[in-house]
Structure formats: structure tokens, C-alpha cells
């Protein structure tokens, strides 16, 4: 046994002295207090409140994935644990600082530096606090949390799909807003890093047209417009560049079509307006 992990008091008296650790917010105490009751009186009640204050203590002291590690035990060892809202609240924090970049201890082990990303342990973390608190404050945050992720990762069909769970379990809540301006987001990304579909413009515009709807008044519908006048841009100069290239291949008819639909389907972006000063309709 590790000669610092020693019990030297009684069970209460290790107990005791953990709460007060805690109360004065000695971190570094609570945590070695914590591991003397985990490592001498693992059998006892008290040890069952213990993996709480150890999470807790390693949340303060910047080791996050230990602080996941002890809550996620405290949580398991308790079928009505005391602190259960506080320690999903606690994982939802380590999720927020996952998100963010803060990196996680190589293999787990807390001796070794912390290099490893931690995002798929964010994605984790954001998926037990919707689940252990499905209607809470705390899902839609994690639910937002998730959507954002996903967009990051380019798994663009499961952040629209979340920022759609939010929208539909918190329909007035002021993160439903930011879930319709994050959908055109996820749309107008999609539409740079990918060929331009049309269907992502037609459900673009229908998720802008279900914002109107849910919120009528909103001054952020015309965040999500521009995000779609945007897209259309995209559009219309891809179909532009389609057609110089029959331009230039001496194919004036073909040309013809692509620059009629640019003018037919976005006649409010400029190349439209350009092309409506020279243009004939096609035959």
C-alpha cells in the first residue's frame, strides 16, 4: 500500500475531514483524503459519498478525466445517489472543457502528461446528461454541445439531426433560436466542402420557414437568410462555372441553359442580375 493512502483515524474521522476539506475548498486535501477512505474503507457507506468529493477535487484541481472517471463511479455505485444533479452538472462542465480543447492524460494514467484529445469523451459525457435528464436545462445545453461537436467533425447529418431534437424538446427555449440558425450553418457548410445539392438549399429554406413559424419575431431570422442567400450564391456560381465551360468549348446553346437557370432559380444573387442584362431566354 502506497504509505500516503495509510489510514492513521477512524472511518468518521477520515470522513470528517474530507467534508471539511471540502468546505474550505483545500482540494489537494479532499483528494488525498478521499483515497485513504477509498483505499482503507471501500466496504463502508462513507466510501459511496467519497468518489462525489474525489470528482469533485480533480474537477478543481484541472484533472478532468479523472473528475469524469469518479463521478461516473460515484453515479454507478448508488441506485438514488444524493449529489446525482450536481455530479450530471459537474460531467456536463468536463464535457464544455473536452470540447474546448483541454486534453486528457495519455492512457488514462494520471502521471503521464495530458496530450490526447478528448472529444469523443465530450460526445460521451453529452450523452449521459441527456439521457440522465432528458427534459432539464442541462439536455439542452448537452444537446447544443453535441450538435456544435458534430458540426466540427463534419458529421453534418448528426448535428442537423440534434440541433432537431433540441428544437422539438425545448421548442421556446432561447437555444431552439440558436438550434434554426445552427441547422443553416450546418447547411452552408455542407455546401462548401461538398458538390452543392439542391436538396440541402430546398431544406435550408424549409428549416428557415419553420424558424418564421416557431419564432415570428426573432431579429436572428435574418442571421439564418443571409447564411441562405449565401448558399444560393454557391449555387449560381457553380452553375456559372458549368456554363463558361461550354462557353469556351464553343457550345453556346448548352451555356445558354445554365446561365437561364441561374437567372430562373436565384435571380436575386448578382451573377443572375449580370447574366439577366445579356441574356435571351433559351429555346
Same mark, same amino acid.
Given at each position: 500500500?502506497?504509505?500516503?493512502?495509510?489510514?492513521?483515524?477512524?472511518?468518521?474521522?477520515?470522513?470528517?475531514?474530507?467534508?471539511?476539506?471540502?468546505?474550505n475548498?483545500?482540494?489537494?486535501e479532499?483528494?488525498?483524503?478521499?483515497?485513504?477512505?477509498?483505499?482503507?474503507?471501500?466496504?463502508?457507506?462513507? @466510501?459511496?459519498?467519497?468518489?462525489?468529493?474525489l %470528482?469533485?477535487?480533480y474537477f478543481?484541481?484541472?484533472?478532468?478525466?479523472?473528475?469524469?472517471?469518479?463521478?461516473?463511479?460515484?453515479?454507478? $455505485? +448508488?441506485?438514488?445517489? $444524493?449529489?446525482?444533479?450536481?455530479?450530471?452538472?459537474?460531467?456536463?462542465?468536463?464535457?464544455?472543457?473536452?470540447?474546448?480543447g483541454?486534453?486528457?492524460?495519455?492512457?488514462?494514467?494520471?502521471?503521464?502528461?495530458?496530450?490526447?484529445?478528448?472529444?469523443?469523451d465530450?460526445?460521451?459525457?453529452?450523452?449521459?446528461?441527456?439521457? @440522465?435528464?432528458p427534459?432539464?436545462?442541462?439536455?439542452?445545453?448537452?444537446l447544443?454541445? $453535441?450538435?456544435?461537436l458534430?458540426?466540427?467533425?463534419?458529421?453534418?447529418?448528426?448535428?442537423?439531426?440534434?440541433?432537431?431534437?433540441?428544437?422539438?424538446?425545448?421548442?421556446?427555449?432561447?437555444?431552439?433560436?440558436?438550434?434554426?440558425? %445552427?441547422?443553416? +450553418?450546418?447547411?452552408?457548410? +455542407?455546401?462548401?466542402?461538398?458538390?452543392?445539392?439542391?436538396?440541402?438549399?430546398?431544406?435550408?429554406?424549409?428549416n428557415?420557414?419553420?424558424?418564421?413559424l416557431?419564432?415570428?419575431?426573432?431579429?436572428?431570422?435574418?442571421?439564418?437568410?443571409?447564411?441562405?442567400?449565401?448558399?444560393?450564391?454557391?449555387?449560381?456560381?457553380?452553375?456559372?462555372?458549368? %456554363?463558361?465551360?461550354?462557353?469556351?468549348t464553343?457550345?453556346?446553346?448548352?451555356?445558354?441553359?445554365?446561365?437561364?437557370?441561374?437567372?430562373?432559380k436565384?435571380?436575386?444573387?448578382?451573377?443572375?442580375?449580370?447574366?439577366? $442584362?445579356?441574356l435571351?431566354?433559351?429555346?
Open positions: 500500500m502506497n504509505s500516503e493512502r495509510v489510514a492513521t483515524l477512524s472511518v468518521q474521522e477520515h470522513y470528517g475531514s474530507i467534508l471539511e476539506s471540502y468546505e475548498k483545500c482540494w489537494e479532499v483528494i488525498r483524503q478521499s483515497l485513504i477512505m477509498l483505499e482503507n474503507f471501500a466496504a463502508t457507506p462513507f @466510501a459511496e459519498e467519497t468518489y462525489f468529493y %470528482g469533485m477535487a478543481h484541481t484541472a484533472e478532468l478525466d479523472q473528475a469524469n472517471n469518479y463521478l461516473t463511479k460515484y453515479l454507478k $455505485k +448508488q441506485t438514488a445517489p $444524493k449529489f446525482f444533479e450536481e455530479a450530471i452538472q459537474y460531467k456536463f462542465h468536463i464535457a464544455e472543457l473536452f470540447h474546448q483541454a486534453k486528457k492524460h495519455l492512457f488514462g494514467w494520471g502521471r503521464l502528461p495530458k496530450w490526447m484529445p478528448a472529444r469523443e465530450a460526445l460521451a459525457i453529452y450523452e449521459e446528461v441527456i439521457a @440522465a435528464l427534459h432539464h436545462e442541462l439536455a439542452a445545453q448537452a447544443y454541445g $453535441k450538435a456544435r458534430k458540426l466540427k467533425e463534419e458529421d453534418y447529418s448528426e448535428s442537423i439531426e440534434t440541433y432537431q431534437t433540441l428544437v422539438r424538446r425545448f421548442p421556446k427555449h432561447p437555444l431552439a433560436i440558436e438550434s434554426f440558425i %445552427g441547422i443553416a +450553418q450546418v447547411y452552408l457548410v +455542407q455546401s462548401k466542402d461538398r458538390y452543392p445539392d439542391q436538396d440541402y438549399l430546398d431544406l435550408a429554406e424549409i428557415i420557414k419553420k424558424f418564421k416557431s419564432f415570428p419575431s426573432e431579429e436572428r431570422i435574418e442571421e439564418a437568410e443571409k447564411m441562405l442567400f449565401e448558399m444560393k450564391e454557391i449555387y449560381a456560381n457553380n452553375l456559372y462555372e458549368i %456554363g463558361c465551360f461550354y462557353d469556351r464553343k457550345k453556346p446553346h448548352a451555356a445558354a441553359i445554365y446561365y437561364n437557370r441561374i437567372v430562373t436565384y435571380p436575386e444573387t448578382p451573377i443572375a442580375q449580370k447574366l439577366a $442584362k445579356r435571351t431566354p433559351a429555346e
